[in-house]
């Protein structure tokens, strides 16, 4: 007997972050691949406390099977919480989801048929991507700038209306894997963009929350909440571990996306639900996060001064203001892919930019994330890292000039495609 694979999985693949994070595990290799949050910040002694309150005073409850909406009082703290960041809800818009994740696979399911159009940011959240891809849709990305994509490519994406994207992806706040933040001006003008092309937005918010100098504009949602659905998650500013995600959507969406949820997995854990919704209740984000924040941007500075004195003139990067990720652009004729196994012999992991492209990738970018390092392995990493890149190009130094042209001959150089322009402020190191 032979299995019948269904015609989407063909064109799944297997996560590049993923299968690079196996070879980061090998002993003496340093790993800026993963965007994995510190475990020195998890809040190991708060967790055994709700863990012992909840088996004390609620066992059976939380042991037993949940509302596929997700427990009553999380719901309601998640809505009081984004309440205060300017994002009015009604705690019955809120389903509770196994990770963010699981967020953007029930919105795939919900909203994409196969050759349907989903816009999205060139580079977008490599997760997204695959989650969507599933579904087979056509792409549609969205050229932009430091501040965020144009709002002329989403009226762009949307000027047929027969191929109009069933919605925008978008990651306002840190966005993975740039970094860039999103400022208010951009923000309204892209959400006017959408609503004047009948755009629907799915916004992705896991970092809002780890700024390091100032708090973001309110969300995306906030300025149309009819029309946009927001995810949150726990797992960035508490713990991975328990897959503690939601989503905020408008009323018409959630019938369907509560039944999704059923039929995906009933409901999420009911006791690490019951655990978080102790912790937070007991008001220990307000005192974990500030922490988390101070560890990151000292960790982030410590990168930022690295990357100035290890990288050759011609790299290009920004100085992240939250989140977890340096975005950068190697000079001209470098590619990250090709160079990633001297990376690995050399002792450090890093993710190469290709995959968080829809169409027409940049060779030439890849993402370092710092929050898992502490300053002298981040000094160490990024030495290991120039060192290649200043060898890399003296080779490719050597094959311009074994290929200098002789006379009579016309050098000619077409300029990068669009999606390959950094979307970064050049550093000189």
Not at 10 to 34: D, F, H, T, W, Y
Not at 146 to 151: S, V
Not at 185 to 208: H, I, Q
Not at 371 to 387: P, Y
Request: glycine share 8%.
């Amino acid at each position: 007997m032979e299995w019948t694979l269904a015609r989407r999985c063909a064109a799944m693949n297997a996560s590049a972050i993923r299968e690079i994070l196996k070879l980061a595990e090998q002993p003496g290799v340093l790993s800026m691949a993963g965007g994995l949050p510190s475990p020195h910040g998890f809040p190991v002694e708060a967790l055994r406390e709700a863990s012992a309150k909840v088996l004390r005073d609620t066992p059976r409850e939380a042991l037993q099977y949940a509302a596929s909406e997700g427990h009553g009082p999380l719901r309601e703290w998640i809505a009081a919480h984004l309440a205060l960041r300017g994002l009015r809800a009604d705690p019955a818009q809120v389903l509770v989801t196994s990770g963010s994740q699981q967020g953007l696979d029930l919105l795939g399911k919900l909203l994409l048929d196969a050759g349907s159009a989903v816009a999205v940011e060139s580079p977008s959240y490599l997760g997204a991507l695959q989650c969507f891809g599933v579904f087979e849709p056509g792409w549609a990305p969205l050229e932009g700038d430091e501040d965020g994509p144009h709002p002329d490519a989403l009226r762009e994406a949307a000027r047929d209306r027969a191929a109009r994207p069933r919605f925008a992806y978008l990651l306002p706040n840190f966005h993975n894997p740039t970094g860039r933040l999103m400022g208010d001006a951009r923000r309204d003008a892209l959400t006017d963009a959408a609503r004047s092309a009948g755009v629907p937005l799915v916004e992705d918010d896991p970092y809002g929350e780890l700024w390091y100098d100032a708090p973001p504009p309110a969300p995306l949602a906030a300025r149309r909440p009819e029309a946009t659905v927001y995810l949150g998650s726990f797992s960035k500013v508490l713990v991975p571990g328990l897959r503690l995600g939601y989503l905020v959507a408008p009323p018409a969406l959630m019938p369907k996306l509560l039944q999704l949820k059923q039929a995906a997995d009933l409901h999420t854990g009911g006791y690490a639900q019951r655990v978080v919704a102790e912790l937070v209740r007991d008001g220990l984000l307000e005192r974990h996060v500030p922490t988390l924040r101070a560890r990151y941007a000292a960790q982030r500075d410590a990168m930022a001064a690295a990357l100035r004195a290890a990288l050759p003139p011609g790299c290009a990067w920004r100085a992240p203001q939250g989140g977890m990720f340096f975005w950068l652009r190697l000079p001209e004729g470098l590619d990250a892919t090709a160079l990633l196994p001297r990376a690995l012999q050399a002792g450090l992991a890093y993710v190469p930019g290709a995959p968080f492209y829809a169409a027409r990738p940049d060779a030439r970018t890849l993402r370092l994330s710092f929050v898992t390092l502490d300053a002298a392995q981040i000094a160490s990493g990024v030495a290991t890292l120039g060192r290649l890149l200043h060898a890399a190009l003296a080779e490719r130094d050597g094959r311009l000039a074994a290929e200098e042209p002789v006379a009579g001959d016309v050098a000619t150089s077409a300029p990068a495609p669009a999606a390959s322009r950094p979307m970064i402020r050049e550093e000189a190191p």
